[in-house]
């Protein structure tokens, strides 16, 4: 039976195999050419000639002394069913590869203010070096970037974003512990590390914004220690100046206390938090309309590999609804 590529539901409607026998007979002028080019006996290539004629009410192509020839019927289809084909093959073609080289568009990433410090300049210095047309926009995490996510209106989100649930692929790039952040100069607390006594004795900057700070609070709720914050600050930005220049402690994930460290000219160090912080892992999440999209991959592979140590590179795990599969 031909009914394999039927458009299933209408038998007015021509299959992908007539639209190409048509092609080929107008091309060849031979049901035997025609047949020899689609891979098919004669006789199955007339029942197929047979067909279109009923379906299209013609006789569409008639055998003479120079082969068969079109019907002007069938001279007034050709471009038509051409179109077709060319318009069916642009359809089930793979999917255009994205060259970074050449590209000239804009990437949307939400992300948090200390992923601004941490991430953002690596990120930025490696796109500039290999994507020279290729634009970021920072954006915010918020409870609109699931919303963005999956409109396309975003990108990728990186950080703790633990609201993304149904529909999201996450891939976990690096892990988090807590750290204290505390003036090189601090006139109470040494180069020998700071204690539970010291943490509890001294004031602090707290950050009020983002998840960690939640798992942050959580943890000292739990272990009864009650910090005395004369400073509350939104975010990251503007911590490393207050600290460096007061008494004040600032209790920070690792990796954005280190890099403000690293980048202070001596003038912060790092300490172990004394309080048992539960850790936690960044991760980038993407959604699963643009899984396969060649340059949503691309990013996504930049990410893993500036910022994946090789032991954590791993397949991405995804959050889509039971039963839905790729």
Known sequence: MDNGDDIEGDASLLSIRLLRLFDLLYSTNSVTRAGEAMGQSQPTVSNWLARLRRQLDDELFVRTTTGM?????????????????????????????????????????????????????????????????????????DEQTAQALQSGEADLAIGLVPQLESGFYQQVLYPQDWVCLVNARHPRIGIKGLDLREYKAEAHVGIVGGTGALLLEAALQRQKVARRVLLELPGFLGLAAVVSTTDLIATVPRHIGETLANSSGGALKVHDCPVRVPPFTVKQHWHARYHQDPASRWLRALCEELFAPKALKARPRNRLPEGHAF
Request: proline share 10%.
């Open 69 to 141: 020839q079109p019907t002007p019927r069938a001279q007034q289809l050709i471009v038509p069913v051409r179109e077709a084909l060319a318009a069916l093959r642009r359809v089930s073609a793979p999917a255009e590869a994205f060259d970074p080289t050449v590209a000239t568009r804009r990437f949307r990433i939400c992300m948090t203010d200390a992923s601004h410090i941490t991430l953002l300049p690596r990120l930025l210095v490696h796109v500039r070096a290999v994507a020279p047309g290729v634009r970021l926009e920072a954006a915010r995490i």
